[in-house]
């Protein structure tokens, strides 16, 4: 079965300063990963998914086959970029979701 | 477009209570719906879902099922809450078939007291 690690529960940093939320998976086939968002107040939202190779909000995230992770990485944080963030994984042709436990990130001032 | 409405926003039930929660998706039809739910200390957790009518599958045994009465509503349900049920529970959908994005509700705030 599936599975999605993000080790980190709570991560706080400075603002201005680089990011990383790390997510590890287990998945014996080739997977779909996604992140997705929740701001304060905010429905959970997609953020981005390794497929689409795209930046978004300043944010990127390689999928590592050989290291089976897929961490999340900014170089500047910004204060709006507290929230709480989720990995998710989607084995190929499936339609279910199977998330990590999330990461509360915060900004600093 | 689509969009995506579940109610109540926040509940507070007694212990051996029932539970509804209602989610209704509008702007598209016949698609997947999800339902989701985060207990404290712990990550996101598939409850069911359903690729049509009368098509629910559950990934956990619980406490709660769930029904879909009509093509664009998901209810979840239970006979007697237990305080273990207390969470987070996400409503979710997306197109039809495989591969497709994920959208969420605002999510409903169940305390079991």
């Known amino acids: 079965a599936q599975r999605v690690t993000q080790p980190e529960k709570l991560l706080s940093v400075f603002k201005g300063a680089p990011v990383e939320l790390k997510c590890n998976y287990s998945?014996?086939?080739?997977?779909?990963l996604f992140w997705y968002v929740q701001y304060s107040r905010q429905r959970l939202q997609l953020l981005l998914r390794h497929i689409s190779r795209e930046s978004i909000k300043g944010f990127t995230a390689d999928l590592n086959k050989g290291e089976t992770s897929f961490h999340l990485k900014k170089p500047f944080a910004q204060e709006e970029d507290s929230a709480m963030y989720y990995c998710?994984?989607?084995?190929?042709?499936?339609?279910?979701?199977?998330f990590g436990e999330g990461t509360q990130l915060t900004v600093n001032p | 477009s689509q969009t995506i409405h579940q109610w109540p926003a926040t509940l507070v039930q007694p212990v051996g209570s029932p539970l509804s929660l209602e989610c209704t998706v509008e702007g598209t039809s016949n698609p997947n719906l999800y339902w989701y739910r985060q207990a404290a200390g712990r990550g996101l957790q598939l409850l069911f879902y359903?690729?049509?009518?009368?098509?629910i599958s559950s990934e956990v045994p619980q406490n709660l099922s769930a029904s879909r009465p009509q093509d664009r509503q998901f209810i979840l349900s239970s006979k007697k809450l237990l305080l273990s049920d207390s969470g987070f529970y996400l409503c979710?959908?997306?197109?039809?078939?495989?591969?497709?994005?994920?959208?969420f509700g605002e999510g409903s705030w169940l305390t079991v007291v």
């Open positions: 998710a994984l989607r084995e190929t042709s499936g339609s279910r979701l199977t």
């Open positions: 979710a959908w997306s197109v039809s078939g495989s591969g497709n994005t994920i959208y």
């Open positions: 998945y014996s086939g080739s997977p779909e």
């Open positions: 359903s690729i049509g009518i009368d098509q």
